[in-house]
């Protein structure tokens, strides 16, 4: 097995140590960092998606193998920088306001960043004004995440108050969480809805074009 394809593995086995030493040895020995993160972790977050799909793979491994790749590309992202790799977008993620779940949120910024995005992450109970805030610094897609049917309608007043700052045509808009739907996406003016983590970056990928 290839020292990329044992990255690869060992981000989709979860093996966060394993899959940051491979990562370090791979430096050391001259791959380079953009050739680490298609080949070895953006591929291993293909297939976990793909492996979640068919129902192999349940959240928790895709948590685990989520924050493996996470600890690989914390050492690949000063290098990336470098390289002048371009991220696929920026991304502002958040849960809305009044909501503090933020397990399903955090996976979907995960698995973004995985995907070759630039995600800035605003947390939880994220008030409209906050992503108009990361609208105007240069956030090309807005998600929100609800996982109360209370907090769901803060999902379109944050539509609403993009729409009365102005900003509403120069940013996408994706909602999900476990009580959203296409149907209420499509109802309050949403561009994009995925039910999961995977289908998210398919989904910011085909918001922007890529
Ligand atoms: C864990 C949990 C908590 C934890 C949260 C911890 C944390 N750090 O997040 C704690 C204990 C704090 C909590 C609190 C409460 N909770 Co709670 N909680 C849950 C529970 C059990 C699991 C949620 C979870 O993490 N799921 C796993 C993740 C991975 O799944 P997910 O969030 O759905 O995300 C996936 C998709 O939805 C999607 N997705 C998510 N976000 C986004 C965003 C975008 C843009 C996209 C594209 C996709 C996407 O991708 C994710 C990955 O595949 C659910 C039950 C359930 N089955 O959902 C109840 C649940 C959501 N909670 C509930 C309730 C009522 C509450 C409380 C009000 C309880 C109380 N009386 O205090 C409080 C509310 C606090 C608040 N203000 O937010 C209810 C909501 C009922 C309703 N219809 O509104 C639920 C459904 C439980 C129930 N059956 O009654 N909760």
Redo the contacts with the bound molecule.
Sequence with gaps: MSLIEEIRQAVIDGQAKDAVSKVEQALEEGIAADTILHNALIDAMREVGEL?EQGEFF?PE??IAARAMKGALELLKPLLVDQGVEPLGRIA?G?VK????????S??AMMLEGGGFEVVDLG??VAPEQFIEATKNGAQIV?????????MPNMKATIEALEAAGLRDQVQV???????TQAYADDIGAD?????????VR?AQALLGK
């Design positions: 979640f959240v895709m948590l993620i849960t009044g909501d503090l779940h933020d397990i399903g949120k996976l979907v939880v109970d998600a929100m995440s609800a996982l109360l049917t209370t907090t994706m909602v999900g969480g476990a009580p959203v994009g809805y995925s039910p999961d983590a995977s289908s998210a989904k």
